[in-house]
Protein backbone atom coordinates (compact mmCIF):
# COMPACT_ATOMS: atom_id res chain seq x y z
CA UNK A 1 0.00 0.00 0.00
CA UNK A 2 1.25 3.35 -0.75
CA UNK A 3 0.71 5.54 2.15
CA UNK A 4 1.10 9.23 1.33
CA UNK A 5 1.16 12.31 3.41
CA UNK A 6 -2.79 12.89 2.02
CA UNK A 7 -3.08 9.72 3.44
CA UNK A 8 -1.65 10.03 7.19
CA UNK A 9 -3.89 13.53 7.08
CA UNK A 10 -7.03 11.34 5.94
CA UNK A 11 -6.43 9.39 8.48
CA UNK A 12 -5.34 11.81 11.48
CA UNK A 13 -8.17 13.71 10.52
CA UNK A 14 -10.88 10.48 11.17
CA UNK A 15 -9.80 9.84 14.89
CA UNK A 16 -8.55 13.19 16.30
CA UNK A 17 -11.48 15.70 17.02
CA UNK A 18 -10.36 19.14 14.83
CA UNK A 19 -8.66 21.75 17.42
CA UNK A 20 -6.95 19.35 19.80
CA UNK A 21 -3.79 19.43 18.74
CA UNK A 22 -3.18 22.81 19.19
CA UNK A 23 -4.46 22.65 22.93
CA UNK A 24 -2.64 19.37 24.03
CA UNK A 25 0.71 20.68 21.81
CA UNK A 26 3.64 20.22 24.00
CA UNK A 27 6.95 22.53 22.92
CA UNK A 28 9.96 20.18 22.67
CA UNK A 29 12.17 23.14 23.35
CA UNK A 30 10.79 24.73 26.44
CA UNK A 31 8.23 23.73 29.10
CA UNK A 32 7.14 25.41 32.42
CA UNK A 33 5.56 22.96 34.24
CA UNK A 34 8.26 20.59 36.13
CA UNK A 35 5.61 17.92 36.33
CA UNK A 36 6.55 17.47 40.04
CA UNK A 37 4.32 20.48 41.21
CA UNK A 38 6.28 22.66 40.35
CA UNK A 39 7.34 25.65 37.87
CA UNK A 40 10.32 27.40 36.26
CA UNK A 41 10.14 31.11 35.03
CA UNK A 42 9.98 31.99 32.35
CA UNK A 43 6.25 30.50 32.38
CA UNK A 44 6.47 31.57 28.67
CA UNK A 45 9.83 31.36 26.83
CA UNK A 46 8.50 33.96 23.93
CA UNK A 47 8.04 37.89 23.35
CA UNK A 48 4.28 38.32 24.87
CA UNK A 49 5.56 41.72 25.93
CA UNK A 50 2.99 43.90 28.36
CA UNK A 51 0.54 40.94 29.39
CA UNK A 52 -2.24 41.50 30.62
CA UNK A 53 -4.72 38.55 32.04
CA UNK A 54 -8.23 38.05 34.02
CA UNK A 55 -9.72 35.41 35.34
CA UNK A 56 -13.43 33.96 34.73
CA UNK A 57 -14.21 31.04 36.94
CA UNK A 58 -11.60 28.38 36.05
CA UNK A 59 -10.36 29.60 32.82
CA UNK A 60 -7.70 32.62 32.70
CA UNK A 61 -7.66 34.74 29.71
CA UNK A 62 -4.34 36.67 28.50
CA UNK A 63 -3.45 39.41 25.80
CA UNK A 64 -0.24 40.60 25.20
CA UNK A 65 1.45 43.97 22.91
CA UNK A 66 1.52 43.22 19.42
CA UNK A 67 3.21 46.12 17.62
CA UNK A 68 3.37 45.68 13.75
CA UNK A 69 2.53 41.76 13.68
CA UNK A 70 -0.92 41.01 12.51
CA UNK A 71 -3.08 39.10 13.30
CA UNK A 72 -2.95 41.81 16.40
CA UNK A 73 -3.33 41.14 19.96
CA UNK A 74 -3.19 37.50 21.08
CA UNK A 75 -5.53 35.47 23.00
CA UNK A 76 -3.89 32.83 25.54
CA UNK A 77 -5.69 30.66 27.64
CA UNK A 78 -5.02 28.73 31.00
CA UNK A 79 -6.33 26.90 33.68
CA UNK A 80 -3.36 26.95 35.72
CA UNK A 81 -1.40 30.26 35.14
CA UNK A 82 2.01 27.91 33.86
CA UNK A 83 0.29 25.93 31.30
CA UNK A 84 -0.77 28.47 28.15
CA UNK A 85 -1.95 27.60 24.51
CA UNK A 86 -3.33 30.47 22.38
CA UNK A 87 -6.80 30.68 20.72
CA UNK A 88 -6.73 33.55 18.62
CA UNK A 89 -6.37 37.09 18.27
CA UNK A 90 -8.76 40.03 18.44
CA UNK A 91 -7.27 42.26 15.42
CA UNK A 92 -7.30 39.99 12.21
CA UNK A 93 -6.66 43.12 10.18
CA UNK A 94 -5.89 46.98 10.80
CA UNK A 95 -8.31 49.34 9.97
CA UNK A 96 -7.29 51.72 6.75
CA UNK A 97 -6.76 54.67 9.03
CA UNK A 98 -4.83 52.89 11.32
CA UNK A 99 -1.14 53.55 11.12
CA UNK A 100 0.53 50.62 9.72
CA UNK A 101 -2.28 49.66 7.46
CA UNK A 102 -0.67 50.33 4.01
CA UNK A 103 2.44 48.87 5.52
CA UNK A 104 5.30 48.05 8.38
CA UNK A 105 5.20 50.31 10.91
CA UNK A 106 7.81 48.83 13.34
CA UNK A 107 7.32 49.08 16.70
CA UNK A 108 3.66 51.15 16.35
CA UNK A 109 -0.12 50.93 16.72
CA UNK A 110 -0.73 48.32 19.25
CA UNK A 111 1.07 48.91 22.72
CA UNK A 112 0.46 47.32 26.06
CA UNK A 113 -3.19 46.02 26.20
CA UNK A 114 -6.00 45.51 29.17
CA UNK A 115 -8.23 42.11 29.08
CA UNK A 116 -11.03 43.02 31.13
CA UNK A 117 -14.09 40.64 31.63
CA UNK A 118 -17.70 42.44 32.12
CA UNK A 119 -21.26 41.80 32.30
CA UNK A 120 -20.61 38.46 30.09
CA UNK A 121 -18.54 40.65 27.70
CA UNK A 122 -14.78 40.67 26.93
CA UNK A 123 -12.69 44.07 27.09
CA UNK A 124 -9.40 44.86 25.80
CA UNK A 125 -8.36 48.18 25.67
CA UNK A 126 -4.74 49.56 23.87
CA UNK A 127 -2.87 52.87 23.31
CA UNK A 128 -1.48 53.41 19.15
CA UNK A 129 1.15 55.88 19.95
CA UNK A 130 0.40 57.96 16.84
CA UNK A 131 -3.37 57.80 16.80
CA UNK A 132 -5.12 57.30 20.20
CA UNK A 133 -6.40 54.72 22.99
CA UNK A 134 -8.56 51.67 21.15
CA UNK A 135 -11.62 49.93 22.35
CA UNK A 136 -12.21 45.94 21.19
CA UNK A 137 -14.75 43.68 22.61
CA UNK A 138 -16.14 39.95 22.46
CA UNK A 139 -18.53 37.13 24.24
CA UNK A 140 -16.02 34.60 22.87
CA UNK A 141 -12.15 35.48 23.61
CA UNK A 142 -11.47 32.71 21.03
CA UNK A 143 -14.55 34.29 18.35
CA UNK A 144 -14.47 37.00 16.33
CA UNK A 145 -14.16 40.07 18.27
CA UNK A 146 -15.81 43.47 17.51
CA UNK A 147 -13.91 46.09 14.96
CA UNK A 148 -11.96 48.61 16.78
CA UNK A 149 -13.30 51.89 18.38
CA UNK A 150 -11.44 54.98 18.97
CA UNK A 151 -12.15 55.44 22.58
CA UNK A 152 -10.19 58.68 22.88
CA UNK A 153 -8.23 60.34 19.92
CA UNK A 154 -4.57 61.68 20.57
CA UNK A 155 -0.73 61.52 19.88
CA UNK A 156 1.11 59.86 22.59
CA UNK A 157 -1.32 57.97 24.25
CA UNK A 158 -0.78 54.65 25.36
CA UNK A 159 -0.86 51.72 27.84
CA UNK A 160 -4.73 52.41 28.30
CA UNK A 161 -6.59 50.17 31.16
CA UNK A 162 -10.10 50.21 31.98
CA UNK A 163 -11.79 49.99 35.52
CA UNK A 164 -15.65 49.52 35.65
CA UNK A 165 -16.52 50.92 39.25
CA UNK A 166 -19.17 49.35 41.27
CA UNK A 167 -21.63 52.44 41.06
CA UNK A 168 -21.72 51.46 37.35
CA UNK A 169 -19.03 54.28 36.42
CA UNK A 170 -16.55 53.55 34.00
CA UNK A 171 -12.41 54.83 34.05
CA UNK A 172 -9.59 54.46 31.80
CA UNK A 173 -5.66 54.78 33.41
CA UNK A 174 -3.12 55.67 30.88
CA UNK A 175 0.47 56.76 30.16
CA UNK A 176 1.94 59.10 27.67
CA UNK A 177 4.43 58.00 25.02
CA UNK A 178 7.52 60.76 25.08
CA UNK A 179 8.06 60.35 21.42
CA UNK A 180 5.17 61.23 20.33
CA UNK A 181 3.42 63.35 23.37
CA UNK A 182 6.46 64.88 24.12
CA UNK A 183 6.08 64.08 27.78
CA UNK A 184 6.18 60.69 29.60
CA UNK A 185 6.63 59.76 33.55
CA UNK A 186 3.18 60.72 33.79
CA UNK A 187 -0.34 58.53 34.56
CA UNK A 188 -3.54 59.81 33.91
CA UNK A 189 -7.65 58.77 34.62
CA UNK A 190 -10.27 59.71 32.32
CA UNK A 191 -13.83 58.95 32.44
CA UNK A 192 -15.52 57.14 29.77
CA UNK A 193 -19.21 56.74 28.82
CA UNK A 194 -21.30 53.53 31.13
CA UNK A 195 -21.01 51.22 27.46
CA UNK A 196 -16.60 52.36 27.83
CA UNK A 197 -16.53 52.99 23.78
CA UNK A 198 -15.61 56.93 24.56
CA UNK A 199 -13.30 59.17 26.80
CA UNK A 200 -15.86 62.07 28.80
CA UNK A 201 -13.81 65.07 29.01
CA UNK A 202 -9.98 65.54 29.69
CA UNK A 203 -7.64 63.18 31.17
CA UNK A 204 -6.40 64.20 34.81
CA UNK A 205 -2.61 63.43 35.73
CA UNK A 206 -3.16 61.37 38.74
CA UNK A 207 0.67 60.70 39.18
CA UNK A 208 4.02 62.30 38.50
CA UNK A 209 7.23 60.24 38.06
CA UNK A 210 9.68 62.21 37.25
CA UNK A 211 11.30 62.53 40.51
CA UNK A 212 11.50 58.96 41.97
CA UNK A 213 9.88 56.93 39.55
CA UNK A 214 10.93 57.97 35.61
CA UNK A 215 9.39 56.20 32.67
CA UNK A 216 6.38 55.36 35.13
CA UNK A 217 4.03 53.85 32.23
CA UNK A 218 2.15 50.32 31.96
CA UNK A 219 -0.77 51.26 34.29
CA UNK A 220 -3.04 48.66 35.76
CA UNK A 221 -6.60 49.13 37.49
CA UNK A 222 -8.01 47.56 39.92
CA UNK A 223 -9.94 48.47 43.07
CA UNK A 224 -10.23 46.14 46.60
CA UNK A 225 -11.26 46.95 49.98
CA UNK A 226 -12.59 50.27 49.15
CA UNK A 227 -9.25 51.54 47.55
CA UNK A 228 -8.35 52.35 44.01
CA UNK A 229 -5.09 50.50 42.67
CA UNK A 230 -3.09 51.49 40.04
CA UNK A 231 -0.33 48.83 39.41
CA UNK A 232 2.66 50.79 37.02
CA UNK A 233 6.29 49.77 35.66
CA UNK A 234 8.91 52.91 36.22
CA UNK A 235 12.67 52.75 35.53
CA UNK A 236 12.63 52.02 32.39
CA UNK A 237 11.82 48.44 30.21
CA UNK A 238 15.39 46.07 30.83
CA UNK A 239 16.07 48.20 34.38
CA UNK A 240 13.29 49.18 36.17
CA UNK A 241 10.35 48.48 39.36
CA UNK A 242 7.03 47.40 39.94
CA UNK A 243 4.95 50.32 41.63
CA UNK A 244 1.58 49.63 43.60
CA UNK A 245 -0.60 53.09 44.46
CA UNK A 246 -3.50 53.51 46.10
CA UNK A 247 -5.91 56.04 46.60
CA UNK A 248 -9.67 56.28 48.61
CA UNK A 249 -10.43 58.65 45.20
CA UNK A 250 -10.18 57.72 41.86
CA UNK A 251 -8.38 60.67 40.86
CA UNK A 252 -6.00 60.76 44.08
CA UNK A 253 -4.05 61.71 45.46
CA UNK A 254 -2.10 58.13 45.55
CA UNK A 255 -0.06 56.94 47.81
CA UNK A 256 3.08 54.60 46.13
CA UNK A 257 5.12 51.75 47.10
CA UNK A 258 7.80 49.81 45.28
CA UNK A 259 6.58 46.07 45.62
CA UNK A 260 8.69 43.95 43.69
CA UNK A 261 12.16 44.76 42.37
CA UNK A 262 15.23 42.44 40.74
CA UNK A 263 17.55 42.86 44.15
CA UNK A 264 20.27 39.86 43.77
CA UNK A 265 18.24 38.12 41.02
CA UNK A 266 18.90 37.35 37.41
CA UNK A 267 15.69 38.62 36.43
CA UNK A 268 16.19 41.78 35.41
CA UNK A 269 13.55 45.04 34.69
CA UNK A 270 10.74 42.65 36.38
CA UNK A 271 7.23 44.70 35.95
CA UNK A 272 4.73 45.68 33.41
CA UNK A 273 1.98 42.92 33.96
CA UNK A 274 -0.98 41.09 35.72
CA UNK A 275 -2.64 40.73 39.18
CA UNK A 276 -4.61 37.25 38.73
CA UNK A 277 -6.33 35.66 42.10
CA UNK A 278 -7.64 31.93 42.04
CA UNK A 279 -10.71 30.43 43.08
CA UNK A 280 -8.81 29.02 45.79
CA UNK A 281 -8.00 32.52 47.01
CA UNK A 282 -4.36 32.92 46.01
CA UNK A 283 -3.01 35.82 44.58
CA UNK A 284 -0.60 35.99 41.13
CA UNK A 285 1.35 38.28 38.97
CA UNK A 286 2.40 37.80 35.51
CA UNK A 287 5.27 39.94 33.88
CA UNK A 288 8.11 40.58 31.49
CA UNK A 289 11.83 40.24 31.70
CA UNK A 290 13.50 41.97 29.06
CA UNK A 291 15.92 39.15 27.50
CA UNK A 292 17.30 41.55 24.39
CA UNK A 293 17.21 39.53 21.10
CA UNK A 294 14.50 36.62 22.40
CA UNK A 295 12.39 39.94 23.17
CA UNK A 296 10.49 40.38 26.81
CA UNK A 297 9.63 37.06 28.34
CA UNK A 298 6.72 36.12 30.56
CA UNK A 299 6.91 35.58 34.28
CA UNK A 300 4.63 34.39 36.68
CA UNK A 301 5.54 35.62 40.44
CA UNK A 302 3.57 34.48 43.88
CA UNK A 303 1.89 37.69 45.47
CA UNK A 304 0.25 38.26 48.73
CA UNK A 305 -1.17 41.10 50.75
CA UNK A 306 -0.12 43.16 53.51
CA UNK A 307 -1.79 45.70 55.35
CA UNK A 308 -3.53 46.44 52.18
CA UNK A 309 -0.45 46.49 50.04
CA UNK A 310 0.49 43.79 47.36
CA UNK A 311 3.91 42.05 47.90
CA UNK A 312 5.21 40.60 44.69
CA UNK A 313 7.76 37.71 44.53
CA UNK A 314 9.16 36.30 47.62
CA UNK A 315 10.21 39.12 50.52
CA UNK A 316 12.86 37.12 52.12
CA UNK A 317 13.69 40.52 54.17
CA UNK A 318 10.16 41.40 54.85
CA UNK A 319 10.02 45.08 53.80
CA UNK A 320 7.19 44.62 51.88
CA UNK A 321 9.45 44.74 48.48
CA UNK A 322 9.39 41.17 46.73
CA UNK A 323 12.15 39.48 44.43
CA UNK A 324 11.10 37.80 41.44
CA UNK A 325 11.32 33.72 41.53
CA UNK A 326 13.34 31.60 39.27
CA UNK A 327 11.28 28.00 40.43
CA UNK A 328 8.09 27.85 42.81
CA UNK A 329 4.88 25.74 43.71
CA UNK A 330 2.10 25.93 41.07
CA UNK A 331 -0.82 27.60 42.14
CA UNK A 332 -3.99 25.94 43.57
CA UNK A 333 -6.28 25.86 41.56
CA UNK A 334 -7.78 23.53 42.70
CA UNK A 335 -7.41 20.62 40.38
CA UNK A 336 -4.07 19.98 38.41
CA UNK A 337 -3.99 20.32 34.34
CA UNK A 338 -2.15 18.30 31.39
CA UNK A 339 1.04 20.33 30.38
CA UNK A 340 0.46 22.78 27.29
CA UNK A 341 2.31 25.44 25.54
CA UNK A 342 1.57 27.37 22.37
CA UNK A 343 2.06 25.83 18.56
CA UNK A 344 5.57 25.92 17.41
CA UNK A 345 6.18 23.61 14.65
CA UNK A 346 3.50 22.83 11.90
CA UNK A 347 2.81 20.53 9.84
CA UNK A 348 0.46 22.73 7.55
CA UNK A 349 -2.04 20.15 7.38
CA UNK A 350 -5.42 22.35 8.22
CA UNK A 351 -7.33 24.81 6.07
CA UNK A 352 -6.10 27.83 8.12
CA UNK A 353 -2.77 29.21 9.25
CA UNK A 354 -1.30 27.90 12.59
CA UNK A 355 -2.06 30.30 15.40
CA UNK A 356 1.53 31.08 16.20
CA UNK A 357 2.24 32.75 12.93
CA UNK A 358 2.15 36.25 12.29
CA UNK A 359 2.56 39.08 8.96
CA UNK A 360 4.87 42.04 9.43
CA UNK A 361 2.09 44.02 8.46
CA UNK A 362 -1.65 44.06 7.08
CA UNK A 363 -2.18 40.89 4.73
CA UNK A 364 -3.82 40.62 1.02
CA UNK A 365 -5.93 37.34 1.18
CA UNK A 366 -3.86 36.20 -2.33
CA UNK A 367 -0.56 36.44 -0.23
CA UNK A 368 -1.22 32.58 0.28
CA UNK A 369 -2.97 29.32 0.67
CA UNK A 370 -3.17 26.04 3.10
CA UNK A 371 -3.60 23.72 1.14
CA UNK A 372 -5.08 21.09 3.15
CA UNK A 373 -5.25 18.72 0.35
CA UNK A 374 -1.73 18.39 -0.48
CA UNK A 375 -0.50 18.85 3.37
CA UNK A 376 1.55 22.43 2.51
CA UNK A 377 1.38 25.92 3.12
CA UNK A 378 1.82 28.02 -0.95
CA UNK A 379 3.58 31.18 -0.39
CA UNK A 380 3.07 33.30 -3.74
CA UNK A 381 5.38 36.15 -4.38
CA UNK A 382 5.12 39.64 -3.51
CA UNK A 383 6.23 41.98 -5.56
CA UNK A 384 9.08 44.24 -3.71
CA UNK A 385 9.64 48.00 -4.04
CA UNK A 386 11.62 49.84 -6.62
CA UNK A 387 13.88 51.09 -4.13
CA UNK A 388 14.00 47.62 -2.08
CA UNK A 389 17.18 47.38 -0.34
CA UNK A 390 16.37 44.44 2.53
CA UNK A 391 13.57 42.83 4.43
CA UNK A 392 12.66 45.26 6.88
CA UNK A 393 10.42 46.92 5.33
CA UNK A 394 8.41 43.90 3.44
CA UNK A 395 5.02 43.16 4.71
CA UNK A 396 4.55 39.47 3.68
CA UNK A 397 6.94 38.07 5.99
CA UNK A 398 5.22 35.28 7.71
CA UNK A 399 6.94 34.98 11.18
CA UNK A 400 6.54 33.26 14.67
CA UNK A 401 8.09 34.07 18.01
CA UNK A 402 11.55 32.61 19.10
CA UNK A 403 10.25 30.01 21.72
CA UNK A 404 13.53 29.04 23.66
CA UNK A 405 16.72 30.32 24.20
CA UNK A 406 18.62 27.26 22.18
CA UNK A 407 16.68 25.25 19.66
CA UNK A 408 16.71 24.09 16.05
CA UNK A 409 14.37 25.86 13.39
CA UNK A 410 13.92 23.41 9.88
CA UNK A 411 11.73 23.49 7.13
CA UNK A 412 11.41 21.66 3.77
CA UNK A 413 10.28 23.77 1.17
CA UNK A 414 9.47 23.39 -2.70
CA UNK A 415 10.38 26.15 -4.75
CA UNK A 416 8.01 26.97 -7.68
CA UNK A 417 9.31 30.14 -9.29
CA UNK A 418 7.75 32.20 -12.36
CA UNK A 419 10.19 30.78 -15.63
CA UNK A 420 9.79 34.51 -17.30
CA UNK A 421 11.68 36.17 -14.85
CA UNK A 422 14.74 35.99 -12.43
CA UNK A 423 15.17 37.63 -8.90
CA UNK A 424 12.53 35.47 -7.20
CA UNK A 425 13.06 33.96 -4.06
CA UNK A 426 12.26 32.49 -0.72
CA UNK A 427 14.22 31.40 2.54
CA UNK A 428 14.25 31.13 6.03
CA UNK A 429 14.63 33.95 7.67
CA UNK A 430 15.83 35.72 11.34
CA UNK A 431 14.09 39.16 11.88
CA UNK A 432 14.99 42.02 13.73
CA UNK A 433 16.78 45.04 13.25
CA UNK A 434 20.27 42.95 12.32
CA UNK A 435 18.37 40.01 10.33
CA UNK A 436 20.21 37.45 8.34
CA UNK A 437 18.61 34.27 6.33
CA UNK A 438 18.94 31.59 3.73
CA UNK A 439 17.94 32.92 0.66
CA UNK A 440 16.67 30.56 -2.39
CA UNK A 441 16.99 32.32 -5.02
CA UNK A 442 15.89 31.87 -9.08
CA UNK A 443 18.91 33.32 -10.95
CA UNK A 444 19.89 32.86 -14.65
CA UNK A 445 22.32 30.21 -13.66
CA UNK A 446 19.83 28.42 -11.80
CA UNK A 447 18.86 27.83 -8.01
CA UNK A 448 20.90 30.20 -6.08
CA UNK A 449 21.34 29.13 -1.99
CA UNK A 450 22.90 32.24 0.03
CA UNK A 451 23.67 33.10 3.53
CA UNK A 452 22.42 36.54 3.94
CA UNK A 453 22.41 39.36 6.66
CA UNK A 454 22.10 42.67 7.24
CA UNK A 455 22.87 44.70 9.74
CA UNK A 456 20.94 47.94 10.64
CA UNK A 457 18.44 47.00 8.49
CA UNK A 458 15.81 49.95 10.06
CA UNK A 459 18.89 52.38 8.86
CA UNK A 460 18.48 51.54 5.38
CA UNK A 461 21.52 49.46 5.21
CA UNK A 462 21.55 46.94 2.17
CA UNK A 463 21.44 42.83 2.73
CA UNK A 464 24.81 41.41 2.01
CA UNK A 465 25.74 37.74 0.90
CA UNK A 466 28.16 35.71 2.93
CA UNK A 467 28.33 32.97 1.09
CA UNK A 468 26.07 31.34 -2.32
CA UNK A 469 26.17 28.42 -4.04
CA UNK A 470 24.29 27.10 -6.77
CA UNK A 471 21.60 24.41 -6.31
CA UNK A 472 20.08 21.82 -9.00
CA UNK A 473 17.09 20.42 -6.57
CA UNK A 474 14.05 22.97 -6.31
CA UNK A 475 13.15 21.06 -2.93
CA UNK A 476 15.39 21.68 -0.16
CA UNK A 477 15.46 21.41 3.54
CA UNK A 478 16.75 25.02 5.32
CA UNK A 479 17.95 24.98 8.48
CA UNK A 480 19.04 27.61 11.27
CA UNK A 481 20.21 26.62 14.84
CA UNK A 482 20.79 29.00 17.80
CA UNK A 483 23.09 28.29 20.47
CA UNK A 484 24.21 30.64 23.33
CA UNK A 485 24.02 34.56 23.37
CA UNK A 486 21.75 34.28 20.37
CA UNK A 487 24.10 33.35 18.02
CA UNK A 488 22.42 31.47 15.04
CA UNK A 489 23.96 28.91 12.55
CA UNK A 490 22.95 28.31 8.96
CA UNK A 491 23.05 25.02 7.44
CA UNK A 492 21.10 23.44 4.24
CA UNK A 493 19.79 19.63 3.24
CA UNK A 494 18.96 17.57 0.24
CA UNK A 495 17.82 14.84 1.59
CA UNK A 496 17.15 15.93 5.55
CA UNK A 497 20.05 13.68 6.59
CA UNK A 498 23.03 15.60 5.97
CA UNK A 499 23.56 19.56 7.03
CA UNK A 500 26.33 21.50 5.65
CA UNK A 501 26.59 24.52 6.94
CA UNK A 502 26.72 28.14 5.39
CA UNK A 503 28.03 31.65 5.31
CA UNK A 504 28.72 32.34 9.11
CA UNK A 505 27.30 32.56 12.61
CA UNK A 506 24.87 35.46 13.28
CA UNK A 507 24.36 37.43 16.48
CA UNK A 508 20.50 38.51 15.97
CA UNK A 509 19.74 41.32 17.61
CA UNK A 510 15.76 42.42 18.56
CA UNK A 511 13.47 44.57 16.65
CA UNK A 512 11.49 47.52 17.42
CA UNK A 513 10.07 46.66 20.78
CA UNK A 514 9.61 43.12 19.97
CA UNK A 515 12.11 40.05 20.03
CA UNK A 516 13.59 38.66 17.34
CA UNK A 517 11.17 36.49 15.06
CA UNK A 518 11.64 33.38 12.38
CA UNK A 519 10.00 32.30 9.70
CA UNK A 520 9.68 32.59 5.85
CA UNK A 521 8.63 34.67 2.73
CA UNK A 522 8.45 34.49 -0.95
CA UNK A 523 9.36 37.91 -3.09
CA UNK A 524 9.67 39.46 -6.56
CA UNK A 525 11.63 42.08 -8.19
CA UNK A 526 8.98 42.70 -10.76
CA UNK A 527 5.47 43.68 -11.20
CA UNK A 528 3.66 41.10 -13.51
CA UNK A 529 0.20 40.06 -13.47
CA UNK A 530 1.30 36.49 -11.72
CA UNK A 531 4.32 35.10 -10.35
CA UNK A 532 5.97 32.04 -8.86
CA UNK A 533 5.48 30.45 -5.32
CA UNK A 534 6.99 28.78 -2.49
CA UNK A 535 5.74 25.08 -1.32
CA UNK A 536 6.08 24.81 2.33
CA UNK A 537 5.94 21.18 3.30
CA UNK A 538 6.41 21.70 6.90
CA UNK A 539 7.80 23.70 9.66
CA UNK A 540 9.56 22.36 12.61
CA UNK A 541 11.42 23.19 16.30
CA UNK A 542 13.55 21.22 17.46
CA UNK A 543 16.22 20.33 20.36
Not at 51 to 72: E, K, L, Q, W
Not at 294 to 314: A, S, T
Not at 328 to 349: I, R, W
Not at 433 to 460: P, W
Amino acid sequence: MNITKKTIIGFLFCIIPFGISAQDYVSKVWVSDLGNGNYKNPVLYADYSDPDACRVGDDYYMTASSFNCIPGLPILHSKDLVNWTIIGYAINKMPKDASFGKGVNHGGSVWAPAIRYHKGEFYIYYGDPDLGIFMTKAKDPAGEWEPLTLVKEGKGLIDACPLFDDDGQVYLAHAYAGSRAGIKSLLAVTRLTPDGKKAVGESKIIYDGHDIDPTIEGPKFYKRNGYYYIFAPAGGVATGWQLAMRSGNIFGPYERKVVMDQGKTVINGPHQGAWIDTKTGEDWFLHFQDVGAFGRVMHLQPMIWKNDWPVIGEDKDGDGCGNPVLTYKKPNVGQAYPVATPPESDEFNSNTLGLQWQWHANPQSWWYFTNQEKGCLSLYSVPVANDYKSLWDVPNLLLQKTPAPAFIATVKLTFRPDARFYGERTGLVVMGIDYALLSFENTKDGFVLSQNECINAEKGNKEIVNESITMKESTIYLRVKVIADATWIFSYSTDNKRYTDLGKSFKAKEGKWIGAKIGTFCTRPVLKNDGGRVDIDWFRITE
